[in-house]
């Protein structure tokens, strides 16, 4: 295998939701549009949205590939490179050969996302369903000829030889150069100067292939000169999905390429699903001015170790508007918010005091059950049956901004008749916190580049 790939290598380098009127919080720094996209979760299964992006992987193994993710976030800051391109070079995976909104979707633990939207690329635009991750900076998409390696996806692959407004980026551009800081890893060229790319994630899942750039369609609107990833080498954990587009902040992210147009700004709402089928509806990706009017804001924090990521201060955390009584240096890890994690990362001591909280409520009427991998707050009972007890949880950020978690944010039904907290423990008080999918679910949340701050409101899908 080791030489087909090197082989193939040589081979290679030789060649919708209401919107609200805003009256309280204006956006008047945007005079852009935006584009709103529907947004689905991959498993989530509603006439009206697109073929499932499910996979047969289970929820206990989503919990592995979980797990491996928080790793590798924690990696990118403590600069311990879990993956390397140099790795995928030696192993014969590198290759070469010469407001806008949308329908948002769960979409089942793919290793770096769970909810994918629609995308079209070209010219005449073909229509992908890729996954939306605001921990990812770099988008890719599966192409022909797929040189090395295509995982199955949901739809045809990527043509770039039907597209007329096709191009492969050199070595020598400025995109070229900023691959390091969108993947981690640095670029590579080929024998005719063309640009290699290789992104790589905490779960080993990988696409290789050449930086390029084409037209991205939005429902009717067309954007020239998107810079992406034409992916000859793809595979791990994508689900069925084509790709991936990447919200992060670093300049080749999705939201930086479409900033000129419409503005630092994108919101989303995650609708809910949950590993025994049920789902949610209503979520949407929007790029560009949001107007809900019940925006309550946190600043965006920055950290240099990882400059691209999405970070905020949490403040407290209250059980039944009853905080939970610890000092406030318990709070001061470094938090980011990330569409990516499905389970909440606290700080040590956080977890433990919340964790002991809601134990205490919940078994006053249910039995505890043996722990769920890295789920040790476990119940026995359905979902219905226990969020019966469950209390209302506060998460309190900086600047007062809040979100009020229902009982769908705070616990999940792991398997038939067990259910567990939705929130899991950092045993190294180095490690970051993390504010997953399952607690921003049903909440619209914007993100405001242009003034530095996140917004949370209630209500804005299901």
């Known amino acids: 295998m080791e030489l087909l790939f090197s082989l193939l290598f040589a081979l290679l380098l030789s060649g919708t939701s209401s919107i609200r009127v805003n009256k309280d919080v204006e956006f008047d720094h945007f005079k852009h549009p935006a584009v709103h996209l529907p947004l689905y979760h991959v498993r989530e299964q509603r006439p009206d949205s697109p073929q499932s992006l499910d996979t047969p992987v289970s929820f206990l193994e989503a919990l592995h590939l979980d797990d491996a993710r928080v790793k590798f976030l924690n990696s990118r800051l403590t600069k311990i490179n879990l993956t390397s391109s140099s790795g995928a070079i030696k192993s014969g995976r590198l290759i070469d050969g010469m407001s806008v909104s949308v329908p948002l979707n769960p979409g089942g633990s793919l290793g770096v996302a769970n909810y994918y939207t629609r995308i079209g690329l070209g010219t005449p635009p073909t229509y992908h369903l890729v996954v939306v991750d605001t921990g990812s900076s770099f988008s890719w998409i599966q192409c022909e000829p797929c040189a090395v390696y295509c995982h199955p996806q949901v739809g045809s692959h990527f043509?770039?030889?039907?597209?007329?407004?096709?191009?492969?980026?050199?070595?020598?551009?400025?995109?070229?150069?900023?691959?390091?800081?969108?993947?981690?890893?640095?670029?590579?060229?080929?024998?005719?100067?063309?640009?290699?790319?290789?992104?790589?994630?905490?779960?080993?899942?990988?696409?290789?292939?050449?930086?390029?750039?084409?037209?991205?369609?939005?429902?009717?609107?067309?954007?020239?000169?998107?810079?992406?990833?034409?992916?000859?080498?793809?595979?791990?954990?994508?689900?069925?999905?084509?790709?991936?587009?990447?919200?992060?902040?670093?300049?080749?992210?999705?939201?930086?390429?479409?900033?000129?147009?419409?503005?630092?700004?994108?919101?989303?709402?995650?609708?809910?699903?949950?590993?025994?089928?049920?789902?949610?509806?209503?979520?949407?990706?929007?790029?560009?001015?949001?107007?809900?009017?019940?925006?309550?804001?946190?600043?965006?924090?920055s950290d240099p170790r990882d400059p691209t990521l999405y970070f905020l201060k949490l403040s407290g955390v209250s059980v039944s508007g009853k905080p939970l009584g610890l000092a406030a240096t318990d709070y001061n890890v470094p938090t980011i918010i990330d569409s990516g994690t499905t389970i909440s990362r606290l700080a040590g001591p956080v977890y433990s005091a919340l964790r002991e909280e809601l134990v205490k409520i919940i078994t006053s009427k249910y039995k505890m059950a043996e722990a769920f991998s890295l789920l040790d707050a476990c119940f026995i009972g359905s979902f219905n049956e226990i969020s019966s007890v469950v209390p209302s949880v506060e998460m309190i950020f900086q600047g007062g901004a809040e979100i009020n978690l229902r009982p769908r944010n705070v616990v999940i039904e792991v398997e038939k008749g067990t259910t567990c907290l939705s929130f899991a423990g950092n045993s190294n008080l180095r490690d970051i916190a993390i504010i997953g999918n399952q607690q921003q679910q049903t909440f619209e949340i914007v993100y405001d580049l242009a003034s530095s701050r996140i917004g949370f409101a209630a209500g804005g899908c299901r």
């Open 159 to 301: 043509d770039p030889a039907a597209s007329h407004t096709y191009q492969r980026l050199s070595c020598d551009t400025s995109q070229c150069s900023s691959l390091k800081g969108a993947t981690l890893n640095n670029p590579m060229c080929t024998s005719s100067n063309t640009c290699l790319y290789a992104a790589t994630y905490g779960d080993q899942s990988v696409s290789i292939g050449y930086l390029s750039k084409d037209s991205l369609t939005f429902g009717t609107e067309s954007l020239p000169g998107f810079v992406f990833g034409c992916g000859q080498d793809n595979d791990g954990l994508f689900g069925k999905s084509a790709g991936l587009v990447g919200l992060a902040k670093n300049e080749l992210s999705m939201l930086s390429q479409l900033s000129t147009k419409y503005g630092k700004v994108f919101s989303y709402c995650l609708p809910t699903a949950t590993p025994l089928g049920e789902a949610g509806s209503g979520g949407f990706l929007s790029i560009g001015t949001s107007s809900n009017s019940g925006y309550k804001f946190t600043p965006m924090v």
